[in-house]
């Protein structure tokens, strides 16, 4: 999917670069989700699990940039990538009203709007697919608190439901319903 750079002012006043991933960003991209794995428990992976070489990363790149199903965008604050989120459109026409959202970010960017930014272009990019229903999967490790409790409820997600993992935490898969067809509730 085609997508327009955006310029964020992030809340301690720099500024951000949302953009489309490209296959340059292979070796960043890299060492930046092998930090993520690293600083938080609430992805999907481990660490030791994200084993790909540049070559392998850059073609992954390459394909998500020209599929007309993804939209994978990545954020840089001071030229360093800070987080990346993807909108996964469902190819098949029975579930081709609902999408896949996922997002990252690392530790150090947290709580700057990055991720409400993030969000919001992938909501918009939803609306302009006129996707119903959008989904974020979620793993959840303490307290029974699911980790996307701050994409609730501002953002319009709501908790659809738990289901069981392989590891001792649940996981939660957090929805986002269109209202009578109109587009996403707000």
Same mark, same amino acid.
Request: hydrophobic residues 40%; contains cysteine.
């Given at each position: 999917?085609?997508?327009?750079?955006?310029?964020?002012?992030?809340?301690?006043?720099? #500024?951000?670069?949302?953009?489309?991933?490209?296959?340059?960003?292979?070796?960043?991209?890299?060492?930046?989700?092998?930090?993520?794995?690293?600083?938080?428990?609430?992805?999907?992976?481990?660490?030791?699990?994200?084993?790909? #070489?540049?070559?392998?990363? /850059?073609?992954?790149?390459?394909?998500?940039?020209?599929?007309?199903?993804?939209?994978?965008?990545?954020?840089?604050?001071?030229?360093?990538? +800070?987080?990346n989120c993807q909108l996964?459109?469902?190819?098949?026409?029975?579930?081709?009203?609902?999408?896949?959202?996922?997002?990252?970010?690392?530790?150090?960017?947290?709580?700057?709007?990055?991720?409400? /930014?993030?969000?919001?272009?992938?909501?918009?990019? /939803?609306?302009q697919e006129k996707l119903?229903?959008?989904?974020?999967?979620?793993?959840?490790?303490?307290?029974?608190? +699911? +980790?996307?409790?701050? +994409?609730?409820?501002? *953002?319009?997600?709501?908790?659809?439901?738990?289901?069981?993992?392989?590891?001792?935490?649940?996981?939660?898969?957090?929805?986002?319903? /269109? *209202? *009578?067809?109109?587009?996403?509730?707000?």
């Amino acid at each position: 999917m085609e997508y327009q750079n955006k310029t964020i002012t992030l809340k301690d006043g720099r #500024t951000a670069l949302l953009r489309a991933v490209c296959k340059e960003d292979a070796i960043p991209m890299i060492a930046y989700m092998k930090a993520c794995y690293e600083q938080t428990p609430y992805l999907m992976r481990y660490p030791d699990e994200f084993a790909v #070489t540049a070559e392998q990363e /850059a073609t992954y790149l390459e394909r998500q940039l020209v599929s007309p199903d993804v939209l994978m965008l990545v954020c840089e604050v001071e030229g360093k990538l +800070a987080g990346n989120c993807q909108l996964d459109l469902n190819r098949w026409r029975k579930t081709r009203h609902r999408g896949q959202v996922a997002i990252a970010l690392l530790k150090d960017y947290w709580g700057l709007g990055i991720g409400t /930014a993030m969000f919001e272009e992938m909501i918009e990019k /939803a609306r302009q697919e006129k996707l119903e229903q959008l989904e974020l999967e979620v793993i959840d490790h303490y307290n029974g608190t +699911a +980790a996307g409790d701050w +994409a609730l409820p501002q *953002d319009g997600f709501c908790v659809h439901r738990r289901k069981a993992q392989r590891h001792p935490a649940g996981g939660w898969k957090l929805l986002k319903r /269109a *209202d *009578d067809g109109q587009g996403f509730i707000s």
